[in-house]
């Protein structure tokens, strides 16, 4: 079962959408002749988030990647507006999340792998 985002943090602000076409590795042969591989048959989409928490917020967001992701390795059904709409996402952490602190600030950016879009 997919988690879901939880209900008492904020909804995230998002970014603008990276799509990635599929990339290809070329590999020149000893013939002289390229050989082209694609790497993945699929686009990639992935999307940046960013959200400010209070310590408290921080705290339920840190212990929701930790143990319900299992330190982000699993994906979750995130909601965040776009064009005024809220738009639900399957989504997965590319890479550990960022954090800057300020007095009882806490901005957290991530980069996401976007998994299964539905308004």
Known sequence: MTESWPYNLPHPLIQRIHPLDPRSTVTVME???????REFAEPLEMCEYNWNFTEDQFEIFKDFV?????QGEHYFVLGGFEGGQLVN??????SPYTLERTDNLFHV???MEVVEEES
Do not use: D, H, I, K
């Open 31 to 37: 013939t002289g002749r390229p050989r082209v591989r």
């Open 66 to 70: 930790e143990v319900n992701l299992a």
């Open 89 to 94: 996402r399957t989504v997965a952490f590319l």
């Open 109 to 111: 950016s991530a980069m």
